[in-house]
């Protein structure tokens, strides 16, 4: 059997060089040998090693420095110490892996000269991430969306994940009628984080419940959000609320309704790379316009929120 990449990748040239993010896991190591059949060959397969898992984790950049080794494909391969920089930065466990994740990927980037980097995020994945940001409360119905683009150390790279309309179970079937191989992460069933515990426990006792597949009909519930989203964002979009510097201009936001105000300062956040915008921080955000009194909002990863001269913008602690 063969599985399907999502119909907007494969409108992309194959000449053309992706980093690939691969951690030796069944999506990846699946992700990878769907593309060599398709033709995409000229990859970088990028792997950081967390540190979080000993032996296993070295287990698991051999895998990928082999797979590379098979295929003929250039590789990187980085460590870092997780626990040291969640002590460093004050972050949790998936906010520091995730932003070493990105610097990790800016270096590939750079190092390749190639801003696409492909991930392997699933339909699965999908509606984990769904019902993960409905239940933080930030911005409802919310999952990931086929192309992202994220500005990493002042570079722009394009975050491309063409398995998001597949399901796990394609993809397993996938890998046992290739007969790949590929290496298991434990940890994933574990419920050390959030995210493991939604997959493994609150998904299947929901589905348990209502007697069906609750995933499908998360994605298709998010589908609709996703419609009337964009309905509100061609409204938003006549209102210009930058200045050139790109800044956000508080009395054009002040006209706004307070949920367009929530919106536009979400997806201003989350041009800028901001990560875990949960409703408690949109609020804090909303005080700037509301409270003469604030100036400054912490944000997640050490920068802040800030109104000055009647802008609100992102500032880091180096500015």
């Known amino acids: 059997m063969s599985l399907s990449l999502h119909s907007d990748f494969l409108k992309l040239p194959n000449t053309e060089r992706y980093l690939l993010g691969i951690s030796g896991g069944r999506d990846s190591v699946a992700l ?54 969640m002590k460093e930065y004050g972050e949790s466990m998936e906010l520091a892996a995730r932003n070493a994740r990105h610097r990790f990927f800016h270096h590939c ?45 002042n570079k722009t790279l394009t975050f491309y994940r063409p398995l998001l309309n597949t399901n796990r179970s394609s993809i397993n079937n996938y890998l046992e009628d290739k007969n790949i191989y590929y290496r ?3 940890t994933n069933t574990q419920p050390v984080a959030t995210r493991n ?3 493994n426990e609150a998904i299947p006792l929901l589905t348990s419940i209502m007697g069906r597949d609750i995933s499908s009909a998360i994605l298709r519930a998010e589908e609709t959000c996703n419609l009337n989203e964009m309905a509100v964002r061609d409204i938003l979009a006549t209102h210009r609320l930058k200045d050139p510097q790109g800044r956000l201009f508080t009395p054009k936001l002040k006209e706004l309704h307070p949920a367009l105000q929530r ?12 990560a875990d915008i949960s409703n408690r921080l949109l609020t804090e955000c909303l005080n700037l316009l509301n409270d003469p009194s604030t100036t400054k909002i912490n944000l997640p990863g050490g920068s802040f929120f800030r109104r000055k001269e009647k802008r609100l913008f992102i500032e880091t602690s180096k500015s």
């Open 184 to 186: 298991d992460d434990a």
């Open 32 to 85: 990878l040998h769907l593309l060599l059949e398709k033709g995409y060959h000229h990859l970088v397969l990028c792997h950081l090693n967390h540190g979080m898992r000993g032996e296993e984790s070295t287990k698991d950049a051999q895998l990928v420095i082999d797979l590379a080794d098979t295929h003929q494909l250039p590789s990187e391969i980085q460590y870092c110490d997780t626990s040291e920089l």
């Open 263 to 274: 919106m536009a300062i979400h997806d201003y956040l989350n041009e800028h790379s901001i």
């Open 197 to 199: 515990r939604l997959r």
């Open 109 to 153: 980037a750079v190092t390749y000269s190639c801003p696409r980097l492909l991930l392997a995020h699933h339909a699965d994945d999908q509606a984990e991430t769904i019902l993960f940001n409905l239940l933080r409360g930030s911005r409802g119905l919310r999952g990931m969306s086929f192309q992202t683009e994220h500005k990493i150390n």
